[in-house]
């Protein structure tokens, strides 16, 4: 569904290209995570995967970017909007700023595709009450915590059920339950087909949600492969990205001698109780 | 070298809207203690610990710090005591330069000129942009701009310090940067307040936890006595971190919340 | 909301706005066509007073009379009735100041269209929530991108003292004193400004973007979520509205009123 080649860039004025070299396959119907350090060229990433580099960033491009079969750099961003839908980091600049409540706010990409309007109201409800935002949608959009809008700028993206969603660290500003009810709304729309880039420093969700992991760093994509293979990794702090607790435990049991070598590593908490379940009970 | 006791008693507050954010809620805390609030979205922390400074004024109840009650002294006044780091560190940027915002509030307290370059080089050495000083804030990421806002705080030289998700869009690097400032500040004795959702953060770096829901607190002590508390964190809705959550699932009685202790305890029963 | 609109529940209120619109704008005709004090004043006193209580917004009209129109018209009294240059019929005197009848029938001219006009105008924002306005417009023809301007133009007040708000508080935070009344506010507030403006600039630049990102200007017909209804009769009264107006123009014109 998304294919990179050779894709390079610089923004304009840097000493320095952003991204070098970079090759990406994400399958139809797939989530992927992306991880790295703060700095390693993610965001970046991001809007090339979405269309808006280069067409709204100047600066030094490269390589082809395909989504859906279309190259993105060879079309206007509206027509890349229609395949891809891309949430950015900051969520009080996603919403319109000409909408009065949230309930409009939520239409309001649907309005510009003209979408019928019983139409529009269903898929505002379903959406709404998925992530939880039914009791605000008479509220101003400016009036939300920051919680509230990262809601909102997810929602607005998702009501439009583009078949390929980039999400540029939705989570940030959402407790624990948020970001699971974020993480379930993901799930269900990679069920239904949608292909999913989510942009995460939080490994253990990943995890559990993602079918393939590609790591970033110094703007190269540096591994790719299942979430186990992946954060199992012992060169991923080298890299700047975390490993969950479960998997320093077990690291550190096996240099202890106390679990075998031959095993991997577990990430989370199900294939860890495995991991610890079984040679615990061995003696 | 701080000897101010924060002391918090039936505090209650109502915005104007009617909800009740803080309702009824007694919390001690003592010169140099390092406490992590934890909770649900909405659950009143960061309303209670808007009080510290000033910015939030009790409907009923006090607030205590030291000896001066914060309903009789302003926001300003406050800010010799408590230093507070803002969730959302663009509420908080305004200057042009990263220098600039980190020196605005020790030239507001009446540092001398030597003392804002020195306290604003060695806050910005803390963060990690020492080299962004001239940078205009807009240039930097967002993650950046939460270290800037942490800089213009400890800049400040503050007993207290309050800190609302330190670690928000942090990476493994900046989470570990910002464990150490805290470290750091402990060592000066300063007291540090932080509100985080980040449960392995709070379990590795704060010795006591106040969990809150619904504006009032549900349990408050020793991280390990927290985290075995089920009940007060399912009632909560807080997750307790990965190890304490594969600890229960193996069915063990003990919470080992840091990688080590947690080999510690599988080896103990290993041996059986 | 920092517009001046109040949520009532009557019939003014339902109005579609382009009726009231229409309504407003055929008010405004007729009172600067006519010559006649008496019927501009006739206009506030039996249309735009009674509106403003059928809509229960009576109070608050009369407030914003009181604020903002009333110095005026006391201003435009004094200077006209007494001081107007081509008064000939004096009916009392007192030095330079004489009172004539010419001016005093000039200054009751103008404040009574100016009264129509300012009272007229009120009644319609206080019954019109912006976002229904901007929707019967864009039903009735005009292009989504002005509606957006206009509506963005219009929300960014509020978005503007969120942020001033804010970094105030955060200032004081970090010991800025502004204790001292509403003049050290403002001092304080001055060199906000030019950031202030200078982020928003950049906000827009981003956002613009994310428009895009959400389709915006995908199609020249887009559909709107919120309808406001547009009955038949009101479409008839529009048209009255406007022929009426029409009407009172060419006989002023044409010399039949004068």
Request: aromatic share 6%; charged share 20%; hydrophobic share 45%.
């Amino acid at each position: 569904m998304i294919e990179l080649r050779d894709v390079a860039f610089a923004y304009e004025d840097a000493p320095a290209f952003t991204l070098a070299h970079l090759d990406l396959d994400v399958a139809a119907g797939t989530i992927m995570g992306i991880v790295g350090a703060s700095g390693s060229g993610k965001t970046t990433l991001a809007k090339i995967i979405a269309g808006f580099i280069p067409s709204t960033e100047g600066g030094t491009y490269r390589g082809t970017a395909s989504v859906a079969g279309a190259v993105l750099s060879e079309g206007t961003l509206t027509e890349a909007v229609d395949v891809v839908g891309l949430v950015t980091q900051n969520p009080f600049n996603q919403i319109s700023g000409a909408r009065f409540t949230v309930r409009e706010e939520l239409a309001f990409g649907l309005e510009n595709r003209s979408v019928e309007r019983s139409q529009m109201i269903e898929r505002v409800n379903t959406v709404a009450a998925t992530l939880g935002l039914t009791p605000l949608l008479d509220r101003s959009p400016y009036a939300l915590s920051g919680g509230q809008m990262q809601l909102v700028a997810i929602a607005s993206m998702v009501v439009m059920a583009p078949p390929v969603l980039v999400l540029d660290e939705p989570t940030s500003q959402l407790d624990p339950a948020g970001t699971r009810l974020v993480y379930d709304v993901l799930g269900r729309l990679s069920e239904g087909g949608t292909t999913i880039v989510i942009i995460e420093h939080k490994t253990e969700l990943l995890h559990e949600h993602c079918d393939a992991i590609a790591v970033l760093a110094g703007g190269r994509i540096v591994s790719t492969g299942t979430p186990a293979s992946v954060f199992a990794d012992d060169r991923l702090s080298t890299w700047g990205v975390g490993q969950t607790r479960i998997t320093q435990a077990a690291r550190e049991a096996r240099t202890r001698g106390l679990l075998p070598a031959t095993e991997p590593l577990p990430v989370g908490v199900s294939d860890g109780a495995a991991v610890f379940g079984t040679n615990g009970e061995t003696r | 070298m701080n000897d101010l006791t924060i002391r918090i008693e039936a505090l209650r507050h109502t915005y104007e809207s009617g909800v009740e954010a803080v309702a009824g809620v007694d919390l001690t805390i003592a010169p140099g203690e390092r406490v992590a609030i934890v909770g649900q979205n909405g659950a009143g922390k960061t309303t209670l610990v808007r009080h510290l400074n000033g910015m939030v004024r009790p409907t009923e109840g006090t607030v205590h710090i030291g000896d001066w009650s914060t309903s009789d002294k302003s926001i300003a006044e406050l800010s010799h005591r408590v230093g507070y780091v803002f969730q959302n560190p663009d509420e908080q940027i305004f200057a042009r330069t990263v220098e600039s915002d980190v020196a605005f509030g020790p030239k507001n307290l009446g540092f001398e000129p030597e003392q804002i370059t020195e306290s604003v080089t060695s806050a910005l050495e803390a963060v990690g942009l020492a080299h962004e000083a001239q940078v205009h804030p807009h240039h930097l990421s967002l993650s950046e701009r939460k270290r800037v806002a942490i800089a213009a705080v400890l800049a400040m030289r503050t007993p207290i310090v309050v800190l609302d998700e330190p670690t928000t869009g942090q990476d493994e690097g900046g989470v570990r940067l910002i464990a150490s400032i805290i470290d750091d500040l402990t060592a000066r004795g300063i007291t540090v307040v932080a509100i985080t959702h980040d449960m392995d953060f709070c379990v590795e770096n704060f010795e006591r936890v106040v969990v809150m829901a619904r504006g009032t607190v549900r349990a408050d002590g020793s991280t390990e006595q927290v985290f075995a508390d089920q009940p007060a964190l399912e009632a909560a809705a807080v997750e307790p971190p990965q190890l304490a959550r594969l600890a229960r699932v193996l069915g063990w009685s003990e919470t080992a919340v840091d990688p080590s202790s947690f080999v510690d305890a599988f080896e103990r029963r290993r041996r059986g | 909301m920092t517009t001046l609109y109040l949520e009532r529940a009557s019939a003014v209120h339902r109005l579609n706005p382009v009726t009231k619109l229409v309504a407003l704008l055929a008010i405004i005709a007729i009172v600067f066509a006519v010559p006649q004090w008496w019927v501009p004043l006739g206009i506030v006193v039996f249309v735009v007073v009674p509106a403003a209580v059928l809509a229960r917004v009576g109070g608050r009209l009369l407030r914003l009379f009181l604020i903002l129109l009333l110095p005026l018209l006391v201003v435009l009294f004094i200077v006209q009735g007494f001081f107007f240059p081509d008064g000939t019929t004096v009916l009392w005197q007192w030095g330079p100041a004489r009172l004539t009848v010419e001016g005093l029938v000039f200054s009751l001219t103008i404040g009574s269209r100016l009264s129509a006009l300012v009272l007229g105008s009120l009644v319609f924002v206080l019954t019109t929530h912006p976002a229904r306005l901007m929707t019967s417009l864009t039903q009735a023809g005009m292009s989504a991108k002005i509606a957006y301007v206009i509506s963005a133009s219009l929300q960014i007040i509020p978005a503007f003292q969120e942020r001033a708000r804010s970094i105030l508080l955060a200032q004081q935070a970090r010991g800025l004193e502004i204790a001292g009344g509403p003049l050290r506010r403002a001092r304080a507030l001055l060199p906000l400004i030019a950031p202030l403006v200078l982020g928003m600039i950049t906000d827009v630049d981003e956002r613009s973007t994310a428009m895009e990102a959400r389709a915006f200007g995908a199609t020249p017909r887009p559909t709107s979520l919120t309808v406001v209804d547009d009955p038949l009769s009101e479409r008839i009264g529009r048209w009255l509205l406007a022929a009426t107006a029409a009407a009172v123009i060419v006989l002023v014109v044409v010399g039949v009123i004068a």
